[in-house]
């Protein structure tokens, strides 16, 4: 990928895995617009980003809403000139818990931000993309898209939704030069880690130990498979999704 020239949107940006995918772009020379809900963080990282050389700019939206999200492509495309890359990464775990203990508001507010949100996003970067007759987008999936796990069915649903929102997505994108993919972390090192754990350190240790790694991933391990999957040198892949566990679902 010749990233000099290389248009990046992500979204959810300002923390864990979306911070450490734009400054991963960024450190390649690329043009990087930063969104998420928190202006002064937002503001911050795009100088961060800057102070490496990288044209960035932070733009504010929620991606559950249309209008932002419709308002946020439309500004990278007029900043910017166009949008080579995307990345949907703005996720929320929801509130975790038994099936049994759900609720309706549960299940809106998680899938709102991950289904709805990733939905949207595809919606309005591919309108652009497949006028333009190129361009790559990386859904954030999990290994919670791929297996089930007990205490997080709505995340569970949620995460294999963006699954299958990719693999349409990359059909209907395929034949104009748009590739979908997805990336499956398994458990990174990030703020989210930690609310899954209960922010209770053994419990955290317990459940690294029991992995075939025995670690978490890094989010920088995450940014570079979306990196790769973003260029060039990923051409013929589309509509997959790339489980990078640590071997997690091997097992
Ligand atoms: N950390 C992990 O172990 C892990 C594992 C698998 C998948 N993931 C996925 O990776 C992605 C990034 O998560 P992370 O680990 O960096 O956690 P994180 O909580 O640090 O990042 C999620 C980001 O999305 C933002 N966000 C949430 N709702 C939003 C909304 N409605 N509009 C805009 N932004 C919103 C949050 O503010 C946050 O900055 C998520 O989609 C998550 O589900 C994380």
């Known amino acids: 990928m010749n990233t000099s020239k290389t ?12 911070r450490a995918t734009a400054l991963a772009f960024a450190r390649e020379g690329a043009a990087v617009a930063v969104s ?3 202006d002064e963080a937002g503001h911050a990282l795009a100088a ?23 308002a946020l492509v439309e500004q990278v495309v007029e900043r910017f000139g ?14 975790l818990g038994l099936l ?61 939704a963006v699954e299958g929102l990719t693999k349409s997505a990359a059909l209907e994108g395929a034949a104009a030069g748009v590739r979908v993919n997805a990336v499956a972390p398994g458990p990174v090192q990030t703020e989210m880690l930690d609310r ?10 317990g459940f690294l130990a029991s992995l075939p790694a025995r670690r978490a991933g890094s989010p920088e391990e995450i940014a570079q498979t979306i990196l790769f999957l973003a260029s060039d040198k990923a051409r013929f892949l589309t509509g997959q999704c790339v489980n990078v566990d640590g071997g997690f679902t091997a097992q």
């Open 7 to 18: 248009v990046v949107l992500i979204t959810g940006a300002l923390t864990g895995i979306g």
């Open 100 to 160: 049994t203990e759900q609720s309706e508001d549960n299940y809106r507010a998680t899938f709102d931000t991950n289904v709805l949100g990733t939905l949207l996003s595809l919606k309005h970067e591919m309108r652009v993309m497949l006028k333009q007759g190129h361009g790559a987008i990386v859904n954030l999936s999990s290994i919670a898209g791929q297996v089930g796990f007990p205490g997080a069915s709505i995340y569970v649903g949620s995460k294999h």
């Open 48 to 70: 961060e980003l800057r102070a490496l050389g990288a044209r960035a700019e932070y733009l504010r939206a929620d991606v559950r809403v249309e209008a932002d999200v419709r």
């Open 36 to 38: 998420g809900r928190r």
């Open 196 to 205: 899954f754990t209960g922010g209770n350190e053994d419990a955290k240790s």
């Open 82 to 95: 166009r949008l080579d890359v995307a990345v949907n990464n703005a996720g929320t775990e929801g509130q």
